[in-house]
T-cell receptor, first 112, second 112 residues
Framework: NAGVTQTPKFQVLKTGQSMTLQCAQD?????MSWYRQDPGMGLRLIHY???????DQGEVPNGYNVSRSTTEDFPLRLLSAAPSQTSVYFC???????????FGSGTRLTVV | AQSVTQLDSQVPVFEEAPVELRCNYS??????LFWYVQYPNQGLQLLLK??????LVKGINGFEAEFNKSQTSFHLRKPSVHISDTAEYFC??????????FGTGTRLQVFP
């Protein structure tokens, strides 16, 4: 099993550009979440999903969109990148919220 | 809304000494509690979790945590640490709203 796969691993964007961070899992998990990790701030929840077709906002959703058309995939879209979105992004999945999340290896995004 | 406070941003300790990493949570309802570990340049791994029942929870790598409802705490302990335990440790809480919220993390540095 591949677990949770995130692509790309590294990305540099110019301010105003858009891009999609990809996340896929092969464990048939219903729950999927996106977090951003910044020094001294821990992990902050951006968006989460409890199943295909169902998404909701987390703690810091502004500037990001998500959709969940299949159980396996949960892409994160940056509509117009800003330097404040420079961060490491983690995707995670779980059977349920109390099962324990499996994390991907992260995408390091720099916006210049 | 639930929240998590990790009181120590860094904990230095010598090898084979005991360690305690502190975590306090805020929630008005029953919670699920988790500890995750992040080794350098990696994603997060689940160390242990408390869902219900016994307040002392044992996890991987010799770690354990104790749930204290009256103190709203979930401190992580290990009786004797190794160099390989050097990592960042995150406490997380879910109050059954499908969201998993993380603390800001504690960096454990083990010295020889």
């Amino acid at each position: 099993n591949a677990g949770v796969t995130q692509t790309p691993k590294f990305q540099v964007l110019k301010t105003g550009q858009s891009m999609t961070l990809q996340c896929a899992q092969d464990m048939n998990h219903e729950y999927m979440s996106w977090y951003r990790q910044d020094p001294g701030m821990g992990l902050r929840l951006i968006h989460y999903s409890v199943g295909a077709g169902i998404t909701d906002q987390g703690e810091v959703p502004n500037g990001y969109n998500v959709s969940r058309s299949t159980t396996e995939d949960f892409p994160l879209r940056l509509l117009s990148a800003a330097p404040s979105q420079t961060s490491v992004y983690f995707c995670a999945s779980s059977l349920t919220v109390n099962y324990g999340y499996t994390f991907g290896s992260g995408t390091r995004l720099t916006v210049v | 809304a639930q929240s998590v406070t990790q009181l120590d941003s860094q904990v230095p300790v010598f090898e084979e000494a005991p360690v305690e990493l502190r975590c306090n949570y805020s929630s008005s309802v029953s919670v699920y509690l988790f500890w995750y570990v992040q080794y350098p340049n990696q994603g997060l791994q689940l160390l242990l979790k408390y869902l219900s029942g016994s307040t002392l929870v044992k996890g991987i790598n010799g770690f354990e945590a104790e749930f204290n409802k009256s103190q709203t705490s979930f401190h992580l302990r290990k009786p004797s640490v190794h160099i390989s335990d050097t990592a960042e440790y995150f406490c997380a809480v879910s109050d059954q709203t499908d969201k998993l919220i993380f603390g800001t993390g504690t960096r454990l540095q083990v010295f020889p």
